[in-house]
């Protein structure tokens, strides 16, 4: 008897239970139909108090991108590496972090053999130009003497025996005779002595000649070779990587590659970084970029993409099972230059937004839109009256969404429209 009554209080409890879940689920149904009806309600009188806005759609650029990371870096660096068959190094210039320019003096090579080994040859070259100097003067004397001995005549003595008689006539004519044969030998004997010395002479100039050229060649070689010991920059930059183990009267080993210093260059700094294959197949050179970094919050910079190399570098990518081989997956470098390098420096990292397309298409106002997903819709003018239009959307730019299908050009739709819209309301221009 008491176990029956004790069901039945059982009985009624569950009862009772289900009955105020029900009435519980009542009460907020019923409010979320009042609140829904008093949005409609207001909806409805804003529709009737606000009027319709209608405007014509518009062209505007749409653009994709691709995000990929790179690195700043300097544009180029040059290491320059000690040389030991110039011998041991003599002077160092630069400090570490010093800037330098194009042409400035590094660090020297001791040339002291070099530098006797040209005082010699200046030394040979002057005493060859005074050779040169000597032959000339003698030359031109040697040149004189002969035309004075060639414009050198006999005297006439003719005249000088009128006065004596006829007898002596003919033993005159014969000692005259006599006298002026001994004087063209004795006269045709010095000019061939002057002849022969000017012959010497202009052979000994020419002599005197080569030397003076020997000298010079020899004399400007060894220049060179001094200028080669001294160690000039190719770039204007930064000195960086000073080998502190180099100093003077250091001198390497042969065959041995060992850097002493890098110059960091000056020019605009160059953004590198890697990309995958698929990367790779949407990223070429010329394409715009916007630049971000996290070391410097809300600032971007613009540029483009320099080069992209077509010849891959492979990275081994690890697998978790140890019996397994591990893969190797290609990357190809690329290079990127920025129009402004102001707040970036080398070593930052950054994130760049690659424009891989860009298009005009017809766009409306994102408040246009009605509806999710595929099921999306404007409401547009169409013989005076408000019609619903399903449209294709696209991809978004700030306040405004591609139309790619369901609109014309010459459609007008309503610019922000309430989620109760009376489809067939007339309109009048």
């Known amino acids: ?120 040859a200046e030394v040979n ?78 052979a000994e100039l020419r002599t005197a000649e080569l030397n003076v050229e020997k000298n010079t060649l020899q004399s400007e070689k060894l220049k060179a070779e001094l200028e080669t010991l001294t160690v000039i920059s190719n770039t204007a930059g930064v000195i960086s990587n000073l080998n502190q183990n180099v100093g003077q009267g250091f001198r390497a080993k042969e065959n041995q590659q060992l850097a002493i210093m890098q110059i960091a260059s000056n020019d605009p700094f160059q953004i590198e ?24 919050a809300n600032k971007k910079w613009k540029g483009k993409i320099a080069e992209v190399s077509n010849y891959p570098t492979y990275k081994t990518t690890a697998k978790k099972d140890k019996d397994t081989q591990q893969e190797t997956s290609p990357y190809y470098s690329f290079k990127a230059s920025i129009d402004s390098q102001k707040g970036l420096y080398p070593g930052y990292n950054t994130t760049l937004d690659v424009i891989v397309q860009s298009k005009q298409l017809l766009a409306v106002p994102e408040t246009s839109i009605m509806g999710f997903g595929k099921s999306t819709y404007v409401y547009v003018q169409k013989k005076g009256k408000i019609q619903k239009q399903k449209v294709e959307t696209g991809q978004s730019e700030g306040k405004w969404v591609a139309i790619l299908k369901g609109l014309k050009e010459e459609d007008k739709l309503v610019e922000n429209p309430s989620w109760i819209v009376r489809i067939g309301t007339l309109l009048f221009d």
Do not use: C
Request: charged share 25%.
């Open 273 to 296: 970084g890697k990309l995958t294959e698929a990367e790779k197949a949407k990223i070429s050179s010329g394409q715009s970029i916007t630049v971000t970094s996290k070391v410097v």
């Open 125 to 202: 070259k002057k005493l060859a130009e005074t050779s040169v100097t000597q032959m000339k003067e003698q030359i031109t004397s040697l040149e004189q003497d002969i035309r004075e001995a060639e414009s050198t005549t006999t005297p006439d003595t003719t005249n000088t025996t009128n006065t004596t008689d006829t007898t002596n006539t003919t033993d005159t004519t014969n000692t005259t005779d006599a006298v002026d044969s001994a004087n063209i030998a004795t006269k045709a004997i010095t000019i061939q002595s002057l002849q022969a010395e000017l012959n010497k002479a202009k």
């Open 1 to 120: 008897m008491e176990t029956a009554k004790r069901i039945g209080i059982e009985n009624e409890q569950v009862r009772t239970s289900r009955q105020k879940k029900w009435i519980l689920l009542g009460i907020l149904v019923l409010l979320f139909i009042s609140v829904m009806l008093s949005i409609a309600v207001i909806e409805v009188k804003k529709s009737k108090s606000k009027p319709l806005v209608l405007i014509n759609q518009t062209e505007k650029k749409f653009t994709k991108t691709k995000t990929v990371s790179g690195r700043v870096v300097q544009s180029h660096a040059e290491t320059i590496y000690v040389n030991a068959a110039k011998g041991s190094i003599q002077e160092i210039f630069v400090k570490e972090g010093e800037t330098v320019t194009k042409g400035q003096k590094l660090f020297s090579y001791e040339g002291s053999t070099v530098a006797a080994e040209l005082g010699q």
